[in-house]
C-alpha cells in the first residue's frame, strides 16, 4: 500500500533527525518511494519555539496502518521525542498522512490526518512529490493551501 508521512523537527540538529528518520524507515517491510526537499517553517499550534523542517516521505508498504503508526513512533522514540506538550517543540515527529484511500477514526489512528488540508508545511512538500494526488476530500491538492510560511531549503 502507498502511504504519506509527514516529519518535522524543530530541535537540536534538524537535518540528522530528519535524515535519521528516513534512513530507520527503510526496512523490508517499507520501501522509499520519494522524498521532497527539506522546508523551513513557522510553528503551527505552539507559537514561542524554534522553526522546524519539514518533508514529506512516499513510502509503499505490506504493513497495516496501525503497525506503521507503531514503526513511526518507535523510530520518534529511538531519536529522542518526548510528548510532554500538544504540538510542542521535538527532535523528530513522524506523522501518518495518508495511507492509500483508508479511512479511520479510532483512538489510535485516524486516517486521513485530521490536519492534513490545513498545515501547508505538509502540503507543500506533499505537492512537491505527488503534483497530481487527489486528497481524500478529493480535492487536487493543486488547488489546495493551507496556513503558515514555507521555505524551501
Same mark, same amino acid.
Given at each position: 500500500?502507498?502511504?504519506?508521512?509527514?516529519?518535522? &523537527?524543530? #530541535?537540536?540538529?534538524?537535518?540528522?533527525?530528519? $535524515? *535519521?528518520a528516513v534512513s530507520a524507515l527503510k526496512r523490508p517491510a517499507i520501501?522509499?518511494?520519494? #522524498? &521532497?526537499r527539506i522546508y523551513e517553517t513557522e510553528p503551527w499550534g505552539v507559537?514561542?519555539?524554534?522553526?522546524?523542517?519539514?518533508?514529506?516521505?512516499?513510502?509503499?508498504? =505490506?504493513?497495516?496502518?496501525?503497525?506503521?503508526?507503531?514503526?513511526?513512533? *518507535?523510530?520518534?522514540?529511538?531519536?529522542?521525542?518526548?510528548?510532554?506538550?500538544?504540538?510542542? &517543540?521535538? =527532535?523528530?515527529?513522524?506523522?501518518?498522512?495518508?495511507?492509500?484511500?483508508?479511512? &479511520?477514526? $479510532?483512538?489510535?489512528?485516524?486516517?486521513?490526518?485530521?490536519?492534513? *488540508?490545513?498545515r501547508e508545511f505538509v502540503l507543500a512538500p506533499l505537492r512537491e512529490?505527488?503534483?497530481? #494526488?487527489?486528497?481524500? $476530500?478529493?480535492?487536487?491538492?493543486?488547488?489546495?493551501?493551507?496556513?503558515?510560511?514555507?521555505?524551501?531549503?
Amino acid at each position: 500500500m502507498k502511504a504519506f508521512l509527514g516529519l518535522g &523537527s524543530n #530541535l537540536g540538529d534538524r537535518g540528522y533527525y530528519l $535524515s *535519521e528518520a528516513v534512513s530507520a524507515l527503510k526496512r523490508p517491510a517499507i520501501a522509499i518511494l520519494s #522524498l &521532497s526537499r527539506i522546508y523551513e517553517t513557522e510553528p503551527w499550534g505552539v507559537q514561542e519555539q524554534p522553526l522546524y523542517w519539514n518533508q514529506v516521505v512516499e513510502v509503499d508498504t =505490506t504493513l497495516p496502518p496501525l503497525d506503521l503508526l507503531h514503526v513511526c513512533q *518507535e523510530i520518534e522514540q529511538r531519536f529522542g521525542r518526548v510528548r510532554k506538550e500538544h504540538w510542542g &517543540s521535538r =527532535t523528530i515527529d513522524i506523522d501518518l498522512l495518508i495511507y492509500d484511500n483508508v479511512v &479511520s477514526d $479510532s483512538k489510535e489512528l485516524t486516517l486521513p490526518h485530521p490536519y492534513l *488540508e490545513f498545515r501547508e508545511f505538509v502540503l507543500a512538500p506533499l505537492r512537491e512529490i505527488a503534483p497530481n #494526488l487527489v486528497l481524500p $476530500s478529493g480535492r487536487p491538492i493543486s488547488q489546495v493551501f493551507g496556513e503558515g510560511k514555507v521555505f524551501p531549503l
